[in-house]
């Protein structure tokens, strides 16, 4: 007899809602859940492929050992004893060891609840993760303005008259530190009511196919284009926080701080550097600070590049100097049902001297870009074993190949991952989770980024069998073994329930994980609202408006200003992409999402292409300062003059590595050409777009004509 389940699908950050009918261990269909209290029913293609995964053969099942180059099953105690004495041996001669987090992490609480039990028993203070090939310049910017680096302002999208979105593709991502399921349903619902929607990118996005208006902006330029609407706001008269609430009353007094620091930009310079014409900047500025609720928001595009923390600050101080900030329709503080925000610390930021100087370190977040150098440069610290839970960062982090090459060298490497990749392979163990309709799941760091105030628990749909673990029981299971290894004491793990239940009475909505759980659909608390002061958690219980270390970056700003008027370039700037039939580096074996055409090309306007002699489907080779890839041309307008794109998370053409579903397409990585010397050096956070690249027809191409 079939039996329906209900979970959140834990792939994205969007956590819809869906339905599982189950047969046996048998999947029969994946739907969405027209009652969850978020996402409404939408999911998108990457749900169903859950089934895929679940079922998929090439899924690891047991641990492996590297054993003269091949792989050897091996019983869990015995991986666990044999990595954990391996680690004595190097902690005894005083060589370091590292973790490297991946995404999937985020939306698993079992391995987010007890992964601190883990570090300390390492001894780590610090970890490398996928947050800083991704999002930290917000919680740079979060900490310094409003207190806590998760303290989020998220558009009131359902009540928004203006959204304009810079650097983000929800169309295709399901939207990012925003969990906003049902996205394009929601902009249609803004268009009905009036309200339009804006988007900034230099390609012309899934999302901006919908919007209302389309701008192309440089790579790299978006700092330009924010200090423009200031700008534009100042000359229209529109900076007044109080224009609709009282929103001067929790501001510190750095808003005249922030507008002398932006005084002396020449609009005319701004516009032709970002290449966003002055009207439209203009028009931009008067949507945002017209009188209706507006918000503005930026994510991957505006972060993962060299003044992320700037663009960051800025789209704050917009919305804070027009009022939409804690304004229903702007943007809002969630107050979730788990609100990780008030359990946990506002986050640090400190100094570290390192081999090159003092490097900038925000929650304890070591530069990823920096991993390769870090295991290959010979130094007292150099890193000698390394961890990695469920990553790629191969595939994932700056100039792949020296990563590569990093970590072959390596005395002992050990993954936590349930498929041999890029990445996995180079490790001495691979232990693999269980599948992911065997665990349960609560989304503990996206009720914050909603846009309703949320609680939703998933218990596992199918139960484990025979020996297999989750990623809390492996993480729990090393722990020990290394804790009994290297000596030390550890106090009882509490289970990841236990902590989970616990957080969710400690937060202010005081829930019982029994309540949320007897709630399948989730349990809704409302529509954002307005909680300032409360929300803050800045000592005074003001918004720092102009913190010092961000208003200090503007000089880099204005020094890269100036150098590029002097500047000719010749070369072609590359950026990557998203497709919602992908996934980070991860899903390329998964035949429901291998539908369409081939995803990994380099998209590049007609202009470009002819002047290069290329056409359409021809080979191309794309050469950057660090490496080289070959891939097919689409051609497409749809793409910035002077700009090209490659998605990321491909590159599956790596020797060892195979993907065995049919009709699978490894393609190429486009970071084996972003560049790892590039960061934003307030947080490291590594430069993934706006790469310099030259663009060539191969020669076989050309023999093909
Ligand atoms: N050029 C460029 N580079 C980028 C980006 C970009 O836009 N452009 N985006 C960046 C961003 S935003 C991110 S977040 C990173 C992501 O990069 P990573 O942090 O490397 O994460 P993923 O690529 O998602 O890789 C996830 C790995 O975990 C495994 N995995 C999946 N689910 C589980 C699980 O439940 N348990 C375990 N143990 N393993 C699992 C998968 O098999 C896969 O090998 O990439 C970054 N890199
Ligand atoms: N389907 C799918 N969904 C995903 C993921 C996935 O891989 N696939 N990954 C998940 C993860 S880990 C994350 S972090 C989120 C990311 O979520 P998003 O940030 O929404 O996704 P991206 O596609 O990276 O969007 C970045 C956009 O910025 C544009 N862009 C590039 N450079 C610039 C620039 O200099 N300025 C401006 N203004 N725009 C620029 C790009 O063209 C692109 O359209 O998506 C998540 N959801
Ligand atoms: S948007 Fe797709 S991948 Fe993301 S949570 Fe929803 S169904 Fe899952
Ligand atoms: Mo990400």
Redesign the pocket.
């Known amino acids: 007899m079939p039996s329906l389940h209900k979970r959140t699908c834990h792939i994205?950050?969007a956590n819809c809602g869906i339905i599982v009918e189950m047969e046996g261990r048998k999947t029969l269909s994946i739907r969405g859940n027209p009652d969850h209290v978020l996402s409404r029913g939408h999911i998108?293609p990457?749900a169903t492929a859950i089934a895929d995964l679940q079922d998929d053969p090439d899924r690891l099942r047991k641990p492996l050992k590297k054993v003269d180059g091949a792989w050897q099953e091996i019983a869990w105690d015995t991986a666990f004893e044999e990595i954990a004495a391996k680690l004595a041996r190097l902690k005894a001669d005083g060589k370091r060891n590292a973790l490297y987090m991946g995404?999937p992490n985020a939306h698993d609480y079992a391995v987010t609840t007890s992964v601190g039990q883990f570090r300390r028993v390492l001894g780590l203070r610090d970890i490398y993760s996928?947050t800083t090939l991704?999002?930290i310049p917000h919680h740079l910017s979060q900490l310094l303005m409003y207190g806590h680096v998760s303290l989020a302002a998220v558009p009131d999208i359902d009540r928004c008259m203006n959204l304009v979105i810079?650097?983000?593709?929800?169309a295709?991502?399901?939207?990012?530190?925003w969990t906003v399921p049902d996205f394009k349903k929601r902009v249609k619902e803004l268009q009905a009511r009036g309200g339009t929607m804006s988007v900034?990118?230099?390609?012309r996005?899934e999302?901006?196919q919908l919007a209302d208006y389309h701008y192309f902006?440089?790579?790299?330029?978006?700092t330009a284009?924010l200090i423009a609407i200031f700008k534009a706001l100042e000359a229209g008269d529109m900076i007044n926080p109080d224009a609709y609430q009282n929103l001067s009353a929790h501001l510190d007094d750095g808003m005249d701080v922030a507008r002398h620091a932006l005084a002396d930009f020449d609009m005319a310079i701004l516009s032709e550097y970002c290449g966003v014409a002055i009207e439209d900047i203009t028009a931009i500025a008067q949507r945002l600070g017209g009188g209706a609720p507006s918000a503005l928001y930026?994510?991957?595009?505006?972060?993962v590049?060299a003044f992320g923390s700037l663009n960051h600050w800025l789209i704050q101080l917009i919305n804070i100097a027009t009022g939409n900030l804690n304004r229903v329709g702007g943007t809002m503080f969630a107050q979730p049902g788990l609100d990780a925000v008030s359990l946990i610390g506002g986050g640090s930021y400190r100094k570290m001297q390192g081999k090159d100087g003092e490097k900038n370190i925000l929650m304890g977040e070591l530069h990823t870009a920096g991993l390769a150098d870090d295991i290959l440069e010979p130094a007292p610290d150099q890193v000698r074993s390394l961890f990695v839970i469920s990553g790629n960062p191969v595939l994932s982090s700056p100039h792949g190949r020296r990563l590569d090459e990093a970590l072959e060298s390596l005395e002992l490497m050990v993954s936590q991952d349930m498929y041999i990749t890029e990445t996995s392979r180079h490790a001495d163990y691979i232990l693999p989770p269980c599948g992911p309709l065997e665990k349960d799941h609560y989304p503990i760091f996206f009720g914050p980024l909603s846009v309703r105030n949320v609680a939703s628990y998933s218990p596992a749909t199918l139960p484990m069998q025979g020996d297999t673990k989750s990623d809390g029981e492996i993480i729990m299971g090393l722990s020990r073994a290394i804790a009994h290894a290297f000596d030390i004491d550890v106090p009882n793990f509490r289970t990841p329930r236990e902590t989970l239940d616990s957080m969710l009475q400690r937060s202010p909505a005081g829930l019982t994980l029994e309540q949320v759980e007897a709630a399948p659909d989730g349990i809704d608390l409302g529509p954002l609202k307005p909680c300032l002061p409360d929300r803050l958690c800045t000592d005074d219980k003001k918004i720092c408006v102009a913190p010092e270390v961000l208003v200090n970056d503007v000089k880099r700003f204005r020094e890269a200003l100036n150098a590029a008027q002097s500047e000719m370039q010749d070369s072609l700037s590359l950026?990557?992409?998203?497709?919602?039939?992908?996934?980070?580096s991860w899903l390329h074996n998964s035949k429901r999402l291998l539908k369409g055409p081939n995803r990994c090309t380099l998209m590049i306007h007609p202009d470009d292409a002819a002047k290069r002699g290329i056409r359409n489907e021809d080979m191309v080779i794309v050469q950057s300062r660090v490496g080289r890839v070959e891939l097919p041309a689409e051609i497409t307008d749809a793409m910035m003059v002077g700009t090209v794109?490659i998605p990321?998370?491909f590159g599956h053409d790596r020797n060892g590595v195979k993907l065995s579903v049919a009709g699978s397409k490894p393609g190429v990585s486009i970071n084996d050409l972003t560049d790892p010397a590039h960061i934003d050096p307030l947080t490291g956070n590594a430069v993934l777009?706006?790469t310099p690249v030259s663009v060539e027809r191969c020669l076989d191409s050309v023999a093909a004509e």
């Open positions: 994205c950050e998108c990457k995404n996928a991704d999002q810079l650097g983000g593709n929800p295709a991502s399901n939207g990012s530190l900034v990118d230099p390609r996005s999302t901006a902006v440089k790579p790299g330029t978006d284009l930026g994510r991957m595009g505006v972060s590049c950026i990557g992409r998203r497709h919602v039939r992908n996934n980070n794109s990321h998370g777009n706006a």
